[in-house]
């Protein structure tokens, strides 16, 4: 199962990648398992990196091909995968680095809304893409996104599917850091590094308290939006939206 998702170790800076390179790195349920695996793996580490292999993508989505199909049973089912990772994600005792190395559109973009740093290259393109698809973000990006780059933002990149470049994304605070590609990996593993020497439970006091302070309503949102997100499936646009994706043609809204 490995295969799709890897991790190493240096000190306590582990490092996770997503390992399908011919698929930008898309999310199929084996790799979405897999990945929950590994972030288990990771409980005993004193800071994580997020990654996807190859130069052209962190994590380009969820798998369509997969999704186009699925029941609002099976899209519930999926969206609780999902959301039960950005969760874990969000809730680790150490604090967790995306490196955006290249494509992060909807569940990629998700994955590293729940993360607690953003560090983009400058190659990178971000965005919340789902309209397009006939659905909406299902991970936690309507809860998530908004949180972090502000309400009037957040309906732009929802609404019209924005894809952002990293100089854009890094305006609007969705990310904190661009870097050049070859200087991404040396950027994160410093900070990492930094952030593994600190003391490990004042770190995880910091990161719960920070977390703290949107608690008392993500949890609703968060639980709203999945039942939304899956209620989707089944209807017209989500047929036409994912169908046009698969056959790489623009979709035909009614």
Known sequence: MTENATITREGGVATITVDRPDSLNALNTNTLRVLEELIEETEDARAVVLTGAGEDAFVAGADIGYMKELSVSEAMEYAELGHRICDRIETHSAPVIAAINGYAFGGGCELALACDLRVASENAVLGQTEIDLGIVPGWGGTQRLSRLVG????????????????????????????????????????????????????????????????????????????????????TEDQHEGMEAFVENRDPEFE
């Open 151 to 234: 309400d009037a933002a957040a309906r732009r990149m929802v609404f019209l599917g924005e894809r952002l470049d990293a100089e854009a994304a890094a305006e609007i605070g969705l990310v904190g850091e661009v870097v050049p590609p070859e200087e991404l990996d040396s950027v994160v593993g410093e900070m990492a590094a930094r952030m593994a020497e600190k003391p490990r439970f004042a770190l995880a006091a910091a990161k719960e308290a920070l977390n703290q302070v949107h608690e008392s309503h993500q949890s609703a949102g968060l639980a709203y939006e999945k039942r939304l997100w899956s209620g989707l499936f089944g």
